[in-house]
């Protein structure tokens, strides 16, 4: 009888089989490993542009907030310049008599809250030469020194357009009734208000 002969092929068959289920695992793992980084990347940059949220630590005002002594521990309130807060105070204690309140709309504010109002004022007028008449950068805007205030009542903000020299408070932009600085000395003439925000203006 003539010795058998095994064929070749199926001696190679199961080294062939290993290689495949190799290259197979190797193209999944690559797979996987991609779609990781595709994942990882693209949580990396959501987190890197989530949009901006005030918050009170930035100057955010909770509804109700006035320039009285209660609401010092508010960053916007606490961290304006003394002499401002105090001026402030004593004109909202004698307004008190006219039956009027000082509710603060806006005091100080961080750079990176005073960057959020800029942009968005951009989206909002579609221009930043637009936006930059009422809201002014980080590095302009008198809100980040904790230089500035705003009085959220027309009646206190009438209120002060008449009385305000009279505690050095002064209204700075003629398109902004509700914005006031301490310019002056007490009882001084307030200088001309300039236009808006994007309006030089000296000292």
């Given at each position: 009888m003539?010795?058998?002969q095994?064929s070749?092929?199926?001696v ?14 190797a193209?999944?793992?690559a797979a996987i ?23 009170v ?12 002594l ?6 916007a309130i606490?961290?304006?310049?003394p002499?401002?807060?105090s ?18 709309a ?7 809250y005073?960057?959020w109002?800029?942009?968005i ?5 579609g221009?930043e ?9 980080p ?9 500035a205030?705003?009085?959220g ?9 008449q009385?305000g020299?009279?505690?050095?408070l002064?209204q700075v ?6 914005h006031?600085?301490?310019l002056i000395?007490?009882g001084?003439?307030c200088p ?12």
């Amino acid at each position: 009888m003539a010795p058998m002969q095994i064929s070749t092929n199926l001696v190679a068959a199961p080294s062939r089989v290993r290689q495949t289920t190799f290259v197979a695992l190797a193209v999944c793992l690559a797979a996987i490993v991609a779609a990781c980084v595709i994942v990882v990347a693209g949580l990396t940059t959501s987190f890197a542009t989530a949009p901006f949220s005030p918050r009170v630590q930035d100057g955010h005002i909770p509804e109700g907030a006035t320039v009285s002594l209660d609401d010092d521990h508010l960053p916007a309130i606490g961290k304006l310049d003394p002499a401002l807060l105090s001026a402030m105070r004593e004109a909202a204690t004698d307004a008190a008599g006219s039956g009027l309140d000082f509710p603060v709309a806006s005091g100080w504010r961080s750079a990176q809250y005073q960057d959020w109002m800029l942009r968005i004022a951009v989206e909002t007028y579609g221009s930043e030469d637009v936006a930059r008449q009422f809201v002014a950068t980080p590095e302009e805007s008198s809100h980040v020194t904790g230089k500035a205030v705003d009085i959220g009542s027309v009646d206190a903000q009438s209120w002060l357009s008449q009385h305000g020299a009279d505690y050095g408070l002064c209204q700075v932009y003629a398109n902004e009734p509700w914005h006031y600085e301490r310019l002056i000395d007490p009882g001084d003439v307030c200088p001309q208000m300039v236009p808006d925000a994007s309006s030089a203006r000296e000292g």
